[in-house]
């Protein structure tokens, strides 16, 4: 059975940090591209950021670049995004997600996860 299972959402002031941790299982994760979606209230989910399988690449949407940084344990199963300086328009539930290809495209990715809340209070 596949499972993805996001982890270390909450609450916190703008300005602050949160990581947030995606755990794998059900299918060959150091095979797999792993991507972090938000959606925010009244909004369209929206790309945050990507890893290659390998580590060896990453994606980063221009409204969090420079703040957030995606990584991977391949020998966990785990993708950590640590998350700082912290806006109010971070706020949103943040989806893991994993593609046999490193993309933007939301269609592209097979597994998701349910999602963590964040919420920035400004």
């Known amino acids: 059975e596949v499972q993805v299972v996001e982890s270390g959402g909450g609450s916190v002031q703008a300005g602050g940090s949160l990581r947030l941790s995606c755990a794998a299982s059900?299918?060959?994760?150091?095979?797999?591209?792993i991507g972090w979606f938000r959606q925010a209230p009244g909004k369209e989910r929206e790309f945050v950021t990507a890893?290659?399988?390998?580590?060896?690449?990453?994606y980063t949407s221009d409204s969090v670049k420079g703040r957030f940084t995606i990584s991977r344990d391949n020998s966990k199963n785990t993708i950590d995004l640590h998350m700082s300086d912290l806006k109010p328009e971070d706020t949103a539930v943040y989806y893991c997600?994993?593609?046999?290809?490193?993309?933007?495209?939301?269609?592209?990715?097979?597994?998701w996860g349910q999602g963590t809340q964040v919420t920035v209070s400004s």
């Open positions: 059900g299918f060959s994760f150091d095979g797999f591209a």
């Open positions: 890893i290659a399988w390998d580590g060896g690449r990453t």
């Open positions: 997600a994993a593609s046999t290809v490193a993309t933007m495209r939301e269609s592209e990715y097979n597994y």
